[in-house]
């Protein structure tokens, strides 16, 4: 049973493009959640969906950045424009319920460059 | 969901017991304590989470005091491969903005 597949794995950047950044759940899981981690920093909770909904968008930026879930295929953080403060890693967990009286299961990561 | 406060680093020599304390004095009677940890910049790890009782795991095992306002990770027999920064969360059944603060920086050394 394969875990949380993100990608890329790394991404680089020029200021002013896109950064796209994909995650596949766990298989059975239809629950997601972004976090975003600064250097030497702890995690920060971005986004959690469900399957085409958007559950809780309170950690995202307000502008330039877009989480959706599609009914198939993997989900997709957007970036847009992005700027040198977005460099950071992006790691997506998955849940099986949003009950979350267990754990979340985390990816590797995809660490975003921004130059 | 509660603050945690943990120790910004420890240290632990290889097989020894790695004890890592935790506080969240403002815990609610429905707020469970969870542990993960993040080895080099991979993604975090769940290693273990109880409510009120003690509970214990493959990996670790977990003091709750009997007022919960702390708790404290056991790894038992610390490796080299247990180095990692371990986070500490209170937080509510159902809620999933877990938040991760600074966490506990260990290592453990040969």
């Known amino acids: 049973n394969a875990g949380v597949m993100q990608n890329p794995r790394h991404l680089v950047r020029r200021r002013g493009q896109e950064a796209r950044l994909r995650c596949s759940p766990m298989?059975?899981?239809?629950?997601v959640y972004w976090y975003r981690q600064l250097p030497e920093e702890g995690l920060k909770f971005m986004v959690y969906?469900?399957?085409?909904?958007?559950?809780?968008e309170s950690g995202m930026p307000k502008e330039r950045f877009s989480a959706e879930f599609p009914k198939e295929g993997p989900s997709i953080l957007r970036i847009q424009q992005v700027v040198r403060g977005d460099s950071a890693a992006y790691f997506c967990?998955?849940?099986?319920?949003?009950?979350?009286?267990?754990?979340?299961?985390f990816g590797e990561g995809s660490r975003l460059t921004v130059l | 969901d509660a603050k945690t406060t943990q120790p910004t680093s420890m240290d632990c020599a290889e097989g020894r017991a790695a004890n890592l304390p935790c506080n969240h004095s403002?815990?609610?009677?429905?707020?469970?304590v969870y542990w993960y940890r993040q080895i080099h910049s991979q993604g975090p790890q769940y290693i273990i989470h109880?409510?009120?009782n003690n509970e214990t795991n493959e990996m670790a095992s977990l003091i709750i005091t009997e007022d919960r306002k702390s708790s404290t990770l056991i790894l038992p027999h610390a490796t080299l491969r247990d180095t990692a920064v371990y986070y500490c969360?209170?937080?509510?059944?159902?809620?999933?903005?877990?938040?991760f603060g600074a966490g506990t920086r260990l290592f453990v050394k040969a």
């Open positions: 967990a998955s849940s099986p319920t949003g009950d979350d009286t267990g754990e979340l299961f």
């Open positions: 298989k059975g899981h239809s629950h």
């Open positions: 969906l469900q399957k085409e909904n958007i559950i809780d």
């Open positions: 403002t815990i609610s009677g429905n707020e469970y």
């Open positions: 109880g409510l009120k």
């Open positions: 969360i209170a937080r509510y059944t159902g809620g999933f903005k877990t938040i």
